[in-house]
C-alpha cells in the first residue's frame, strides 16, 4: 500500500490510547481499527479534521505517501 496511516505513531506521542481518541472524535474502536491498520478504502475529511484536532497535529503527520 503506497498510503501509510501513523494514527498509532501520533497516539504514542499524545500518549493517549485508542479507545479515548475514538470517544472523543465520536467513532467505534472498530473503525477506528480499520483506519489504523490502513485497511479503510478511504476517510472522511470530517473524521481527520477531528483527528487532527484532538491530536493537534497536521494530515500529514496521519498520513504519509510511501513509495511501492
Do not use: Y
Not at 467505534?28 to 473524521?47: C, D, P, Y
Amino acid at each position: 500500500m503506497a498510503i501509510v496511516v501513523n494514527i498509532d505513531v501520533m497516539l504514542a506521542k499524545r500518549k493517549m490510547q485508542s479507545k479515548e481518541l475514538a470517544e472523543l472524535i465520536g467513532i467505534t474502536q472498530g473503525n477506528l481499527s480499520v483506519l489504523k491498520t490502513g485497511k479503510a478504502k478511504g476517510i472522511r475529511f470530517e473524521t481527520l479534521q477531528a483527528i487532527c484536532t484532538v491530536l493537534e497535529c497536521q494530515p500529514g503527520d496521519i498520513l504519509e505517501f510511501v513509495p511501492d
